[in-house]
């Protein structure tokens, strides 16, 4: 960029030297001035262009953070969810187990019952013989 308005600004020079008259200080004032025009206008697109890739990184970064945001939504509510399965798996298993052991309870309670009453009936038995 600087040799192409360094060219610039000598071709300017030679062509108003030559195509006027006019002083070599002049010529030189007025290559100078286009050169640092041409300067303003590149260094304006340049800031343009840097304020434009600025709002695309800004645009990019919130629409990353937005899915991030959505990502860790739907992971919490799938980590709720699975502990609410898991939860009503345990009280199942509980309920289970709960009636399994009343169950195992009564039989072992009827049972007690059925040996008692032999129990009580051999005794019969034996205090009636001599």
Same mark, same amino acid.
């Given at each position: 960029?600087?040799? $192409?308005?360094?060219?610039? $600004?000598?071709?300017?020079?030679?062509?108003?030297?030559?195509?006027?008259?006019?002083?070599?200080?002049?010529?030189?004032?007025?290559?100078?001035? *286009?050169?640092?025009?041409?300067?303003?206008?590149?260094?304006?697109?340049?800031? #343009?262009? %840097?304020?434009?890739?600025?709002?695309? %990184?800004?645009?990019?970064?919130? =629409?990353?953070?937005?899915?991030?945001?959505?990502?860790?939504?739907?992971?919490?509510?799938?980590?709720? =969810?699975?502990?609410?399965?898991?939860?009503?798996?345990?009280?199942?298993?509980?309920?289970?187990?709960?009636?399994?052991?009343?169950? %195992?309870?009564?039989?072992?309670? #009827?049972?007690? *019952?059925?040996?008692?009453?032999?129990?009580?009936?051999?005794?019969?038995?034996?205090?009636?013989?001599?």
């Amino acid at each position: 960029m600087k040799k $192409s308005l360094l060219i610039a $600004s000598m071709i300017a020079l030679t062509l108003t030297a030559c195509g006027e008259k006019k002083p070599a200080v002049d010529a030189a004032k007025d290559a100078a001035t *286009k050169a640092m025009d041409a300067t303003k206008d590149a260094a304006g697109k340049a800031a #343009d262009a %840097a304020k434009d890739a600025a709002g695309a %990184a800004a645009t990019a970064a919130k =629409d990353a953070a937005g899915a991030a945001a959505t990502a860790a939504g739907d992971a919490a509510k799938a980590t709720g =969810d699975a502990a609410k399965d898991a939860a009503a798996k345990t009280m199942e298993a509980t309920k289970d187990a709960a009636a399994a052991t009343g169950a %195992a309870a009564s039989a072992a309670s #009827d049972a007690a *019952k059925d040996a008692a009453a032999k129990a009580v009936e051999a005794a019969k038995d034996a205090a009636k013989k001599p």
